[in-house]
């Protein structure tokens, strides 16, 4: 059942286009890092709203991961991501979480919980919030703080 629902979402962000451009276009130079404060303070305040409703039972209070989900805090959310864009981030998320509901987190949530997840790894915030297109995401590296 859960297989159908993940099958039904990829072919609904294929279907909006959200999927498109990282499946088909070239990957574009990283331009930017996630040092260089690729959100805001405030987006990454809404975020954390939002993983304590949609990400917290699976994840932890400190994002340390709980059994056997990923913790998306520290040196093991660090180096598995380290190196990789955002945008990889971001399409895992969009698409398999929450696990409850995976593919139902709309791109401006999915960034704003992106943002608190930087924040929590000690990633600075800048004066800009993180974009919620995979294009603009692309662009940006993320960088151990």
């Not at 924040?119 to 974009?131: E, R």
């Amino acid at each position: 059942m859960i297989s159908i629902g993940i099958h039904r979402t990829l072919a609904t962000l294929l279907t909006v286009g959200l999927l498109q451009p990282m499946l088909f276009a070239q990957a574009a130079p990283h331009e930017i890092s996630t040092s260089d404060g690729v959100y805001t303070a405030q987006q990454a305040q809404q975020g954390k709203t939002l993983y304590q409703a949609q990400c917290l039972i699976c994840h932890g209070p400190s994002l340390e991961g709980m059994g056997p989900n990923s913790p998306l805090a520290g040196p093991a959310f660090l180096s598995k991501w380290t190196g990789r864009t955002v945008a990889a981030l971001f399409q895992k998320t969009i698409v398999m979480m929450p696990a409850t509901g995976p593919g139902t987190l709309s791109p401006q949530h999915t960034a704003e919980i992106i943002a608190y997840i930087l924040s929590v790894n000690k990633v600075p915030p800048g004066k800009t919030d993180l974009p919620s297109d995979p294009l603009s995401l692309e662009k940006i590296q993320i960088a151990a703080p």
